[in-house]
């Protein structure tokens, strides 16, 4: 018997089963079998809360946890089959993976959050604008032209805007959504299977169960905290097709805490993931509204990302910097220039900074000088993805140093979880703290182009947290007029 959960919770056509003539029950999508719907089926069935001898449940997932506090432990015994993207890749299941990180100017600290991820009105209002929109299509033109690709978006109207943007740049583009009648779907997702299109933008309804494998790109223009649904929507793009070498995938990495991005997928794929509201319609906007004070967007921070993990060190992504953890207390830091794909490399410890090359590299030299010089110091064991200390248990100094910062200290937190979540803190503290020391560093090369694109003069001694206080007053004045 082959059937869905939505059909069997209804009580009428649950009492046709006999539960005894089951001894199987697979479910698929198995992550969603914590919730009521499932539960319910599988008890009246006689899989829960402890099975009937004889009977074995198996479920199937590609993102096997939530975050919504309903543990799949209680409804799965153990893990007897495990792998990674990264595994089903190198043996041919998936085709190849590129992702490029593009950095925006867009800043989700203040947009509240729901059930684990973004409150949708307010994440809307916050990325869908027509600044944004065009740097999504700058970035498909320089890393994806000629793929045909499929976009996730926020909502209705941010799907409809995006496409409209891709349109008036001459791509062949439409979007879908759950609101539309069931015939038009079919016609657009035809169409785009055909190829008469080469970008699809879709409000969430391309996620479980859509299966195009000729899709080369995925465009991540909608920010995210659930690992859930940033995993779902990039295996959209990794099937394999005839002819297909890779997909790449977009993301437009906003500025925000504890967002999913492209670094979470580069790892062993053992990812926490969280669950998701189904997207609703967004606001309805004035155009003027949506143009309004708007800080003009370029790709000036584009950065490649190791999907496959191929190294055997681990990366830290930031916004325009990689960090190799090289030893207690130092790290290797690679920071890209402004100009081009240019990387400086130099280890940061306590007593300050040492160049590790006389120039600026191209990103793999630059990685390969970094990764070259922990293994010159016999410092594998400590930078390595499979580090002993990693999954050692916290020490009770960074609990009671988590405690003092106000953090949430998890049971089973791990050296290396810590150390991650220290370091975040105190970023965050750092970054309203007034008498904190970054702020008397001289403003960065960006944030001196930042003040000549908008008219505003650079005095001399200009700091990083002079340029913080100009922004602050910029948006607070409507961001049109700044008083220095």
């Known amino acids: 018997m082959v059937a869905s959960v939505q059909t069997l919770q209804h009580s009428h056509r649950l009492a046709r089963i006999d539960p005894t003539a089951l001894s199987l029950a697979i479910v698929d999508e198995s992550h969603h079998a914590a919730s009521r719907s499932y539960v319910h089926v599988l008890e ?18 590609a993102t096997p946890m939530r975050g919504d506090g309903a543990g799949l432990g209680r409804i799965f015994e153990a893990i007897t089959y495990r792998r990674s993207i990264q595994d089903l890749v190198r043996a041919g299941y998936l085709a190849d993976v590129r992702g490029v990180r593009v950095a925006t100017r867009v800043n989700l600290n203040g947009v509240r959050h729901n059930h684990g991820d973004f409150q949708l009105r307010d994440l809307s209002l916050a990325v869908d604008t027509p600044s944004r929109n065009q740097l999504v299509v700058d970035a498909y033109r320089q890393y994806g032209e000629g793929r045909k690709a499929v976009a996730f978006t926020v ?31 079919r016609v657009r997702l035809a169409r785009f299977r055909r190829g008469d ?6 409000a969430q309804v391309l996620l479980e169960g859509y299966d195009d494998p000729s899709i080369e790109a995925v465009i991540m223009a909608r920010p995210t905290r659930s690992q859930t649904l940033f995993i779902q929507a990039v295996g959209r793009g990794l099937r394999p097709y005839p ?3 890779d997909c790449l995938v977009l993301d437009m990495a906003d500025n925000g805490h504890d967002l999913v991005t492209l670094a979470g997928l580069a790892g062993d794929g053992d990812l926490p993931v969280r669950s998701a509201d189904r997207t609703a319609p967004g606001p309805a906007r004035e155009a003027e509204d949506a143009a309004a004070g708007e800080m003009p967007m370029a790709i000036t921070g584009a950065m490649p990302v190791d999907l496959l993990a191929r190294s055997q060190f681990v990366w830290r992504i930031e916004r325009y910097r990689m960090v190799l953890e090289a030893g207690p207390g130092q790290e290797i830091r690679l920071e890209q220039l402004d100009t081009d794909d240019r990387w400086t490399v130099a280890r940061v410890d306590r007593s300050g900074r040492e160049p590790l090359a006389d120039q600026p590299l191209p990103l793999a030299y630059a990685q390969g000088i970094a990764e070259d010089w922990v293994r010159s110091q016999n410092l594998e064991g400590y930078a390595a993805r499979d580090a002993r200390w990693r999954s050692r248990p916290a020490t009770d100094k960074q609990r009671t140093l988590l405690r003092e910062l106000g953090a949430v200290v998890p049971p089973d937190l791990t050296r290396e979880m810590a150390t991650g979540l220290i370091r975040e803190t105190l970023r965050q503290r750092a970054l309203t703290d007034p008498d904190a020391p ?21 005095p001399p001694g200009f700091t990083k947290g002079d340029f913080q206080t100009v922004l602050d007053d910029w948006k607070r004045r409507g961001r049109t007029q700044v008083r220095i």
Request: aromatic share 8%; charged share 25%.
């Open 44 to 61: 009246a069935l006689g899989f829960l809360p402890t099975p009937d001898p004889g009977k074995l449940l198996v479920g199937i997932t």
């Open 197 to 202: 299109l080469d970008l699809l933008m879709n």
């Open 438 to 458: 970054w702020r008397r560093d001289p403003a960065s090369p960006r944030q001196v182009a930042w003040m000549t694109e908008h008219g505003i003069p650079v």
């Open 155 to 185: 909502d209705i109207a941010h799907a409809q805007h995006l496409a409209e943007a891709f349109t008036d740049a001459g791509y062949r583009a439409d979007w879908i959504s759950g609101e539309l009648p069931l015939e038009e779907r």
């Open 243 to 245: 002819g297909k070498v």
